[in-house]
Each structure stands twice: as C-alpha cells, then as structure tokens.
C-alpha cells in the first residue's frame, strides 16, 4: 500500500523526522484558507500516488490568496499521468505548505532489496531529480549500502555512507540521523520502500525531508490501525467493491472482463487475452478454494465496469473444483440475469462435473471452450472492439 | 531421485489438528508421504487418525525422527511457527502460509541461512515428487513420474503446464512451488542447483512472474553452471507497473521487474521462454525428445 505525501510525511514527523508543517485540503475555498494560514509564500501539491508530479504541473508555488485559489482550482481534479505511464490518477486532494529555503537538494532513501534479502540505504548529493537517471549517468553519485539485519542501524552506522556520498560537512550529522530514522520508520511501521527526493538542507543549515514516498507491506497492516484505516480508501469504486467483498481485484482499461483461480494463472490469462488481440477490463484472481457465492461475488464487480462487453473464466481447478464453479456461474446468471456473453474454460479437478452442470443449465450467453488458448480467441471475438 | 521431498521424507505438519492443516496433512499422507507427526502447542498426546500430536516440532524431531515441517500456521503467527521448526532440527521446512509480513520474512530468512536449514515458501503450494511424496497443496492427479522438474513462482500455472506435460505423455522428477511473495526461503537458483545435480532430471521448466530481479539472476546463472536445458515461462507482460498483482511479490515498481526485461534476460542466454503455458510445456517436450 502506498502512501500519500502528507501521510508519508507524518509518519516521518512521528518519527523525529523534519518536514514543513502544512495542512490537507481537497476544496478550492479549503486550500486558500489553509493558505492563508500558513502564510506565503506557500507550496500547493497534489496528493497523487505517482512521481512526476511537478512536471505535470501538480506542484506550484503561491505567493498570495488570489494564486493559491488560481492554483489549487487548476490542481484539484486534474488528471496525472505517471512517468512509466501509471494511471492517470485523479488529484482528489492538495497538500499546502509553507515554502521552503532550499540551499541543497539530496536523495535519501531506505527499500527492501529482494535479491539480496536486506534493507538498502541509498544517498545521492544529486537530489530533486530522477534517480534513476542519476544512477544510470553517475552510478558513483549514488552510494548504495546494505543493512546488516544483526546489528542496530543508528546515526553512527549511517555515517559512512553520508560522508561517501559527500553532503556537505556542516550537515552530515543530520543527514545521518535522518538517514537512520528513516530505516527506524521502515522497520517499525513496516515499509518496504522510503524514499525522500529532494533531502534539502535549507537556508538556516537544516535539513528537511520535503517530499515523502513510502510503501507499506499490506500483509502488516493487522498490527497498524492507522495506517489499516488509511488503506480503507480505496481510489476506484470496483477496487473498493472487491475489497470489500474480499476478492484480489485489479481494475485495467480494456473490455474483457476476466476472472481466473490463482495469481499466475490470472496473469498468464490476461497476456493470452492480450495476445489474441483483446484488451483485458481487468485482474481478478477467485483464489483457491472458490465456492459459489464468491463466483456471483466476483461476477458482481466484473460486471459494475460499464465498458466490460464479454467475460472470460479460466479455471484450472486443483484445490478449486469446477463443479463449485459451474454452480456459481449457474447461481450467479439467474440472481444478476446476466446478458454478456461468457466464455468458460473449466479443466483440473471435478470438471467432468462442473462441465455437465453448465450443459443442464443450458445458458442462452455461455460458450465453452476447452483450451486457454481457444478460450481466449473466443471472448475477444465475442467481446468486439474496445 | 527427486529433489526436496522423497522417500525419506518425514513429514511434521504444524496444524496438523486445524480444519486446513489436518485436511492436507491426510491428503499428503493418502498420496504416499510419511506423515510420522502433528504439533499443537497444548495437545500433545493426542492423535489425528492414527498420527500422533506434539506439543513442540523438536519434540516430533526427537521422538518420532521428522525431518521436513509443513507450516499451515495462519499469516500473523506463522513467522515464529517457521522459527520454531527452523531451530527444532528438521532439515527442511514448507511454509504454505499467505500473507506472512516481509520484515518478519526478512528475519526468519536469515535464521534459517545460519541454521543451513532448507526453506521453501513462504506463501508457496509446496513440493511434490511423483509418485513418493507430497508435502503442500498441489493436486498429485495432474502430475506423473517423470523427467522435467519444474520450479514455479505460481500454483495453478504449474498444474495448467503439469497437466500439458502429461497430457504429452511426460512427466516430472519434482514440481517446486517456491512462492510468490518478495522474500522467499529458496530462489530459482537453488532449486536449479538441486536439478542439476539430480541425475532423474533432463530438463528444467521455470516459471516466473513479474517483480523483483529472481529470474534475471536465474539467467545469469543458468548462463554459467547449468548443464541442462532450461525452459521459462514468464507471467504478466499486461499487467500495468505499480499494482500487486495477486501475489505480494507480483508488482513492477517504476521500469524494473518487467515481464518483458525477465524475458529478455533468459533469452540472451539461450533460454527458450513459450508465450503461453501451452506453448512452454510444447517446447519442453520438444527439446526434451530432441536431446
């Protein structure tokens, strides 16, 4: 789950962490009289889940009331698009704070690294643009170190790569406390990613994290009510849907609305949609063991994309069984009188069974296919043009 | 030969007296594996169907001589359910358990490092040697004895290449789900190295999926200490960069962990990777005849 600035920023905060002080608001009139008092000149930002923010315009400095009201009107609703062609994603709320001095800009951030198995701690003297491009140009200008998982990560152990990635000396100390909070936050609050770029140092010699991504591991939220309330808003109303009705959805922009058991399979069945030159509508994985009631569950959110025009279930029934299935596909069309059409692909376990429900129950809109591949050439056609 | 699970399997099921882990546990047992024990804190004595209970899975180790632990231990108690087994004497520990917390992972990963336990999973269907043993989740019917082991990131992928394979009249020396979160006991690589060295094994198909650098670092390794040919399929070339896709492990983070750079990687050492799972299992059999 990733965080917005703000809630990033006050988990930082939380954390002895320094950030600007600034206030959410998601109306115009709100965000000029956050504005106002926070006094100018004032930083107005975007609160989206994606990078490149201030290259979309999302981000705009204001030095008066009549700016911050011209700004947050052109801010709020604005639709931004990420750099690896994320979203678009909807500015729902600004973020004002007062504007910062800023003498330096660094890069500071702690992720897991999968490969290696540890936290990786990384600084760059070269913040406030994209690090990746950074590393890519200067690799030596971003120093990169593993955390020992056995020994405590303090500022004293944070040193090192400080002085490597060579901050200004004045202001190493800080940066090495931040850097070492910033693993306390991923350790503590269980994030798997931190990133803060830019680090500035401002005019008065602080430094002061002014931007915040952070990720948090969902499978820890159990042991996080705060930020278990947070991931509780959920953006998209069909992703809100099937969280609510326990179900891993994943919302695309094509037609074809899919529905398979298991993560691989579900993503083997998009490419293979994909391929036959169909666009999928979505990811929803009915997990091992689905009975009926999840089925008309999952159909149920399938079917509130309006742009969905055929559906397709691939089930490769191992824990699953297919009768189960086919019964849900039953029980789901008479309950929804459902008029898609719906391509049906049942294999593995009880699926002689299942197979023979689906004959009985005769549905004027179901087609079934044998193979994952015909299978999916069949709801492509079905499904028409996107 | 098999690799992981086999005949000298004995099996510890911690769970072993829940709905999940005694519904499995006998299912692995039916299909041919030595279950010798169950743990359950607090039930010691008492037995399920014949398979005697412990309080502890080192008191299973000492006194009923298991050396794999299956864990069906639910998401928020199951990293010191791993500990325990890592630390009880087993060899091998097969944790099934979903939605374990990665910090949590991260810890029991290095315990079991030092310890020279092997781990498989977390959030993994487990291993099955046809016809010796099962230990997890996968359904045994879809699967023969055979040449090709497969090593896999996802379940039900594997069952839909596994019955493809048998469909084509092959079957396999081990199917290994190691799992589809960000840390994981074992890794492509060391599953490989165990097929390399098994002299059943004449060819390896490995399916991977989108997130994290495991099969640009199989590629590379493939490259340089494995004799057999190897076979890949790959998951996820729609999915969209920034979203979990099922799996905790299945998200592209910015540009990297892109079904397409996976792809490219094994391909640049000579890995076939099949476009579909059909297609994968079809170029298995063909390479498999043709060597």
New interface residues.
């Given amino acids: 789950m990733d965080l917005l600035e703000y809630q990033g920023k006050q988990l930082f905060a939380k954390h002895g962490i320094a950030v600007p002080s600034g206030e959410v608001a998601a109306s115009v009139e709100d965000a000029v009289a956050a504005a106002e008092r926070i006094g100018y000149p004032c930083a107005i930002k975007a609160q989206v889940l994606i990078g490149g923010r201030g290259k979309a315009g999302g981000i705009k400095i204001a030095k008066d009331a009549e700016e911050a009201r011209a700004y947050a009107d052109a801010i709020l609703g604005m639709d931004i698009v990420g750099p690896h062609g994320e979203g678009p994603f909807r500015v729902d709320q600004v973020w004002i704070e007062g504007g910062s001095d800023i003498a330096s800009e660094y890069y500071a951030s702690v992720i897991l690294d999968r490969g290696e198995k540890k936290l990786l701690a990384m600084v760059s003297a070269k913040g406030g643009m994209d690090i990746e491009a950074v590393a890519a140009e200067d690799p030596d200008a971003l120093v990169k170190r593993h955390i020992d998982p056995t020994t405590p990560f303090d500022a004293a152990a944070a040193r090192p790569i400080v002085d490597e990635a060579g901050l200004d000396e004045d202001v190493r100390e800080q940066a090495a406390d931040v850097l070492a909070k910033l693993a306390e936050v991923a350790a503590s609050e269980d994030a798997s990613l931190i990133e803060v770029n830019p680090l500035i140092v401002t005019a008065d010699r602080e430094v002061v994290a002014l931007d915040a991504k952070v990720t948090i591991d969902g499978n820890a939220l159990f042991r996080h009510q705060d930020l278990a309330e947070i991931a509780d808003t959920a953006d998209d109303p069909q992703e809100a849907m099937a969280k609510e009705k326990g179900l891993t959805y994943v919302k695309l922009d094509g037609n074809v609305g899919i529905l398979a058991n298991g993560a691989g399979l579900c993503m083997s069945t998009l490419d293979v949609v994909a391929q036959a030159g169909g666009k999928p509508a979505n990811f929803l994985d009915a997990g091992g063991g689905s009975k009926a009631e999840a089925i008309v569950d999952a159909l149920t959110v399938i079917t509130s994309d309006a742009k969905v025009t055929a559906i397709l279930f691939n089930i490769f029934g191992g824990i699953t069984r297919c009768d189960e299935i086919a019964k849900g596909i039953v029980t789901a069309s008479a309950q929804m009188d459902l008029k898609l059409p719906l391509v049906v692909r049942l294999d593995g376990t009880n699926s002689e069974e299942g197979l023979k429900i689906l004959a009985e129950a005769d549905l004027p809109n179901l087609h079934q296919e044998t193979t994952m591949l015909d299978a999916a050439r069949r709801v492509v056609e079905l499904a028409g043009g996107a | 030969m098999s690799i992981i699970v086999g005949s000298e399997t004995k099996l510890v099921v911690s769970g072993l007296t829940g709905r999940e882990g005694s519904f499995h546990g006998l299912r692995n047992r039916a299909y041919g594996t030595d279950l010798v024990a169950g743990v359950t804190p607090g039930k010691g004595g008492q037995d399920v169907e014949g398979v005697p209970v412990f309080d502890s899975i080192e008191e299973s180790v000492r006194e009923a001589g298991a050396n794999t632990s299956m864990i069906f231990v639910p ?2 108690f199951a990293a010191p359910a791993i500990d325990e087994a890592i630390e009880s004497g087993v060899d091998t520990v097969i944790a099934i358990t979903e ?6 992972m ?2 029991t ?2 315990k079991a490092k030092e310890a020279g336990v092997r781990l498989i999973g977390p959030n993994c ?1 487990g291993v099955l040697s046809p016809g010796k043993a099962n230990v997890g ?3 045994a ?2 699967f023969d004895p055979g040449k090709i082991g497969v090593v ?9 290449i596994g ?1 493809e394979l048998k469909q084509a009249g092959e079957g396999n020396s081990s199917i290994v789900g190691i799992g ?1 979160d ?2 994981i006991g074992s890794d492509f690589i060391d599953i490989l190295t165990l097929y390399e060295a098994d002299p059943e094994t004449e060819l390896i198909v490995m ?1 991977g ?6 099969e640009e ?1 199989a590629a590379e390794f493939i490259a340089s200490e494995i004799s057999k040919p190897v076979v890949a ?1 790959i ?16 998200i592209i ?3 990297s962990g892109t ?1 397409q750079a996976k792809k490219d990687a094994l391909e640049a050492k000579g890995v076939r990777v099949g ?4 297609e994968t299992a079809k170029i298995a059999v063909e390479v498999l005849r043709g060597s």
């Fill in positions: 998401a928020r939605g374990i917390p990665v910090l949590d991260l810890k990963y290095w269907p989740i996968i359904p019917q879809f896999s990131k996802s379940g039900t992928l594997t069952y839909q019955n589809g960000p840390i399916v999926e989108i997130g994290g650098d495991a670092r399929y998951a996820g070339f729609t999915a969209p960069p920034g979203k979990q896709m099922g799996h905790a492990g299945a983070s910015g540009s079904a476009e579909s799972p059909t």
